[in-house]
T-cell receptor, first 112, second 116 residues
Framework: GNSVTQMEGPVTLSEEAFLTINCTYT??????LFWYVQYPGEGLQLLLK?????DKGSNKGFEATYRKETTSFHLEKGSVQVSDSAVYFC???????????FGAGTRLFVKA | NAGVMQNPRHLVRRRGQEARLRCSPM?????VYWYRQLPEEGLKFMVY????????ESGMPKERFSAEFPKEGPSILRIQQVVRGDSAAYFC??????????????FGPGTRLTVL
């Protein structure tokens, strides 16, 4: 079956630190991969996506590269800000599918 | 173009009451999905609907839960005889009609249901 595994949180960083949140997936087909962000008390916002192998999604300084050989889609940012504090969800939708399969989420705290 | 709209944003019910959650998809979107997020967990798929049709309800609890997406009006997720374990955030998402699937889904702000 399809599943997403992401690193457990919480992750606590100081402002301007480098961020990596690991995400690996299993899928029977060729999924599209997504990172969503959820700020406190709000819904999900799409952060970035990649639809095929070796694609790099990027937005607001965040990046993730679709690695088929390692079935990974790790989220990175070179310099985090306090405003990046949120929960980050890795997700996939399989080719021809409609269910978005979410990881459990990783909570990020950024200290000033 | 307004995003996905959900109401109410917060809903409090006592055990045994009914909860009705509404979702209006983005303009031009004919596919609606409902997800549930339990505290400190990721979102879990519940049901996928198109206008007047339930396409997949494999994530719906077998009892007390139902969903509809009528020809006119919003999609409704209905929970009868709520219990404390139903307390969660319920998110609706929509996507445009497209062959092949795998499309990005646009999420609403969610309805936070609290059962007392």
């Amino acid at each position: 079956g399809n599943s997403v595994t992401q690193m457990e949180g919480p992750v606590t960083l100081s402002e301007e630190a480098f961020l990596t949140i690991n995400c690996t997936y299993t899928a029977t087909g060729y999924p599209s991969l997504f990172w969503y962000v959820q700020y406190p008390g709000e819904g999900l916002q799409l952060l970035l996506k990649a639809t095929k192998a070796d694609d790099k999604g990027s937005n607001k300084g965040f990046e993730a590269t679709y690695r088929k050989e390692t079935t990974s889609f790790h989220l990175e940012k070179g310099s985090v800000q306090v405003s990046d504090s949120a929960v980050y969800f890795c997700a996939l939708v399989n080719t021809g599918g409609f269910k978005t399969i979410f990881g459990a989420g990783t909570r990020l705290f950024v200290k000033a | 173009n307004a995003g996905v709209m959900q109401n109410p944003r917060h809903l409090v019910r006592r055990r045994g009451q009914e909860a009705r959650l509404r979702c209006s998809p983005m303009k031009g979107h004919s596919h609606v999905y409902w997800y549930r997020q339990l505290p400190e967990e990721g979102l879990k798929f519940m049901v996928y609907l198109q206008k007047e049709n339930i396409i997949d309800e494999s994530g719906m609890p077998k009892e007390r839960f139902s969903a509809e997406f009528p020809k006119e009006g919003p999609s409704i997720l209905r929970i009868q005889q709520v219990v404390r374990g139903d307390s969660a955030a319920y998110f609706c998402a929509s996507s445009p009609p497209s062959a092949g699937g795998g499309n990005e889904q646009f999420f609403g702000p969610g309805t936070r249901l609290t059962v007392l």
